[in-house]
C-alpha cells in the first residue's frame, strides 16, 4: 500500500546540518509532489515546504530560504531535506507526505534535536 | 500566531457532536482555496480526514464531515468516541504569503 519511511532520529550540535530522508512505496514517485512539515515539542504543524518530484522545482517558506534544500532520487524513489546552521528552535520532528493539494499519506517523522 | 484560526480545545461526551471551527480571511479560505484536515493522536503522525473541504478518504467514518462557508471552514465529528481524542489541524493555502498555512491545532477531549 502506500507509504512513506522517513530516516531514523537525529542529534546535531548548533550550526550543523541535517539531511532527514523520505522513501516512498506503493505509488509512482513521479506522479505526485513531497511536502516537508515540522512539528516542535508540544507546537502545531508548520510547513517548511515542497518539491516537485517530476521536474525538481521547488517552493520554501521564506524563513527557511538560504538554510534549507529539498531533492529527490527518482531511482530510488526517495526525497531528501537538508537544514544547515542548525539552531535549538530547530529541534522538532519532520514530517513528508505526499502532495496532492493536501497532504496523504505522511511519513511516521524523524526526530531532529539540536543540543550542543 | 496562525494563519488559520481554530479554538484550542473543545470536548463533549460520548456519543455527542463537535464542530472544530477554522477561520481564515479573503487571501486563504475566502479566496476560494480548498480546506483540508488532519487527525493527530497522540504519539503519532498526521492523518489526513477530510480533503477539498468536504470529501472523505476511503477508511474515514462518516461520523466526519467537513463544510465550508465564506472564509471559514468546520470540521463536525457526530457519535464521538474514546479513540477521536486527538488533536485537530485545518489547512489551506494563502495567495497573499504563497504558502501552505495550517491552524494552530485543536484538541478534542472526550469526556
Known amino acids: 500500500q502506500v507509504h512513506m519511511v522517513q530516516s531514523g532520529p537525529e542529534v546535531k550540535k548548533p550550526g550543523a546540518s541535517v539531511k532527514v530522508s523520505c522513501k516512498a512505496f506503493?505509488?509512482?514517485?513521479?506522479?505526485?509532489?513531497v511536502t516537508w512539515v515540522r512539528q516542535a515539542p508540544g507546537q502545531g504543524l508548520e510547513w517548511v515546504g515542497w518539491i516537485s518530484t517530476y521536474e525538481n522545482k521547488t517552493n520554501y517558506v521564506q524563513k527557511f530560504q538560504g538554510r534549507v534544500t529539498m531533492t529527490t532520487d527518482t531511482s530510488t524513489s526517495t526525497a531528501y531535506m537538508e537544514l544547515r546552521s542548525l539552531r535549538s528552535d530547530d529541534t522538532a520532528v519532520y514530517y513528508c507526505?505526499?502532495?496532492?493539494?493536501?497532504?496523504?499519506?505522511w511519513g511516521q517523522g524523524t526526530l531532529v534535536t539540536v543540543s550542543a | 500566531q496562525s494563519v488559520l484560526t481554530q479554538p484550542p480545545s473543545v470536548s463533549g461526551a460520548p456519543g455527542q457532536r463537535v464542530t472544530i471551527s477554522c477561520t481564515g480571511s479573503s487571501s486563504n479560505i475566502g479566496a476560494g482555496y480548498d480546506v483540508h484536515w488532519y487527525q493527530q493522536l497522540p504519539g503519532t503522525a498526521p492523518r489526513l480526514l477530510i480533503y477539498g473541504d468536504s470529501n472523505r478518504p476511503s477508511g474515514v467514518p462518516d461520523r466526519f464531515s467537513g463544510s465550508k462557508s465564506g472564509t471559514s471552514a468546520s470540521l463536525a465529528i457526530t457519535g464521538l468516541q474514546v479513540e477521536d481524542e486527538a488533536d485537530y489541524y485545518c489547512?489551506?493555502?494563502?495567495?497573499?504569503?504563497?504558502?501552505?498555512?495550517f491552524g494552530g491545532g485543536t484538541k478534542l477531549t472526550v469526556l
Open positions: 507526505a505526499r502532495e496532492d493539494d493536501w497532504f496523504d499519506p
Open positions: 506503493g505509488y509512482t514517485f513521479t506522479n505526485y509532489g
Open positions: 489547512q489551506s493555502y494563502d495567495i497573499s504569503l504563497r504558502d501552505v498555512v
